[in-house]
Nanobody
Framework: QVQLVESGGGLVQPGGSLRLSCAAS????????MGWFRQAPGKQREFVAG???????NPADAVKGRFTISRDDASNTVYLQMNSLKPEDTAVYYC????????WGQGTQVTVSS
């Protein structure tokens, strides 16, 4: 079993910043890709950003230049630094880790509002 625990969500004003963390634990041999999806109310889940084991990143166009994904393999943690947040970034953010299959976190709410 592999568990992913997210933290760092909350309420922030437009233009503000948040940093999400997602720590993986359990029976882990190797973590390949890690990343983030998000789901806004009434919308489908959408890809936000991913990072390979080698450190290559591929942010979605909607967040490019504002969000930065990184990982720390020593602690099996993936991060999402979110800057210049907009109301349309409001969503539940889910992290994932590919460990031979895709494990998912439980989600953390991000609300961007004045």
């Amino acid at each position: 079993q592999v568990q992913l625990v997210e933290s760092g969500g909350g309420l922030v004003q437009p233009g503000g910043s948040l940093r999400l963390s997602c720590a993986a634990s359990g029976r882990i041999v190797t973590i390949y890709d890690m990343g983030w999806f998000r789901q806004a109310p009434g919308k489908q889940r959408e890809f936000v950003a991913g990072i390979t084991r080698e450190g290559d990143t591929n942010p979605a166009d909607a967040v490019k230049g504002r969000f930065t994904i990184s990982r720390d393999d020593a602690s099996n943690t993936v991060y999402l630094q979110m800057n210049s947040l907009k109301p349309e970034d409001t969503a539940v953010y889910y992290c994932y880790a590919d460990v031979g299959w895709r494990a998912w976190g439980q989600g953390t709410q991000v609300t961007v509002s004045s």
